[in-house]
């Protein structure tokens, strides 16, 4: 069984923000400006006070300061999937894969095979809920960051991707 630290679930929590640097930060740790201008007092003050937690949130931590944020779900998942897997000793960062969409991305560990026997696989994006089904998808690409549809794997519970890996 695999061991990971547990977020304890605050009644009041943080409003996170997933930036196009592909880091969760808390509101304070972000800052006022944003690419659109910067947050008038009113609306710096609605998104720096904890708030309940909202039906398509779930909660991860703040990239910088470790404080419990809200985010969308797909997105908190991921970022979760990386810190477990970081505690495991294993190379996962959050990645942007277009647009503002967000994935976990597990590179190869000293050029071993990990996951695939393809030899053209250099890294696996791990995604959260694609379809709407609530399941992990782990996927494999090469370099140039093309697809590599034979290796996908998916599942139900981060506990079971953990173990794939």
């Not at 690419?35 to 991860?60: C, F, V, Y």
């Not at 979760?80 to 897997?85: F, G, H, I, Q």
Request: with cysteine; proline share 3%; glycine share 6%.
């Amino acid at each position: 069984m695999i061991k990971s630290k547990q977020l304890e679930r605050p009644s009041l929590v943080h409003k996170g923000i997933w930036t196009p640097w592909a880091e969760l930060l808390c509101y304070e740790c972000h800052g006022r400006n944003f690419s659109s201008g910067q947050l008038s007092d009113w609306q710096w003050e609605i998104h720096t006070n904890p708030l309940d937690l909202t039906e398509l949130n779930r909660i991860t931590t703040c990239d910088r300061c470790a404080r419990p944020i809200q985010v969308y779900d797909e997105v908190a998942e991921e970022h979760n999937m990386a810190l477990t897997l970081k505690e495991h000793g294993i190379d996962a960062v959050m990645e942007q894969t277009g647009g503002m969409n967000s994935a976990c991305r597990v590179n190869k560990i000293d050029e071993r095979e990990m996951i695939s026997d393809d030899e053209d696989c250099a890294f696996y994006l791990i995604g959260f809920n694609k379809d709407g089904d609530k399941q992990y998808i782990l996927s494999s690409y090469d370099e140039e960051y093309a697809y590599i549809p034979e290796d996908d794997f998916q599942c139900g519970t981060k506990n079971e991707m953990v173990s794939h890996i």
